[in-house]
């Protein structure tokens, strides 16, 4: 399992296509691609997101609780059978994150109701602790979100800038892996995710880069609270 204690800071930017292209040039020329990303340069990523019957998580980000945290299950790629959970923390506007490898057998497991029986097939214990939620909170699948992330790393400092193009949900979480599900964007078109994560500092020729020469104002967006929010809107 990893267990990554640090708090990280994360700022997000809602970024149009065409400023996107334009820093997106600019970090390429001073950073490192992701040693993840694809030939094309990007990677897709597939979440399946877990609240409670009281669907307490997406209320607490609603509500801007200085803290709250998340339970997701990820894929990259056409890879559905390299399933990762991972439970994501928040608190005040910094956030760690721990994962695990999930198993394919144990996720069916996990979603034809045999919470039980993962607890005792696991030795994990960020395993175990999602079992006992979803046996005693009734934790349950509520939404997927897809996207295209293209990835820039600065080694030395711990930097991450994410680009993230054609956000979109879909309800159909039964059909998780094998990707046949309906899907809705999750912004108007031609508008993307900028997120820029780090340890303590962000260096300053970044910290300029982004907001000086993009003209972005950084916003809290959560890809789960707004997916479930357009998701009650096609109701």
Known sequence: MK????YRNEWKYICRSSKLEVLEQR????????IHSAPSGNYEIHSLYFDDYQD???????????????YRIRYYGACPEQLRLEYKEKLYGRCRKESCVLPPELYQDLME????????????????????????????????VDYERTAYVEPIANVRITLDRNISVSADTAHF???????????????????AKFDYVLPQYLKKLIPDCSGL??????KYYMGRVRLQSLV
Request: charged share 35%; aromatic share 10%; glycine share 4%.
């Open 3 to 6: 267990n990554d204690k640090i």
């Open 27 to 34: 970090l390429a020329a001073v950073l490192e691609k992701d």
């Open 56 to 70: 307490t998580c997406a209320r607490e980000n609603e509500a801007g609780l200085p803290k709250r945290f998340k």
């Open 113 to 144: 109701g045999r919470a039980d029986e993962v607890f005792w097939k696991t030795e994990d214990p960020l395993l175990k602790r999602f079992c006992v939620d979803v046996m005693t909170r009734m934790f349950a699948p509520k939404a997927i």
């Open 177 to 195: 892996q094998d990707g046949e599900y309906r899907k809705f964007p999750l912004l108007p078109e031609g508008q993307h995710v900028l997120e």
């Open 217 to 222: 104002v950084q916003t809290a967006f959560s």
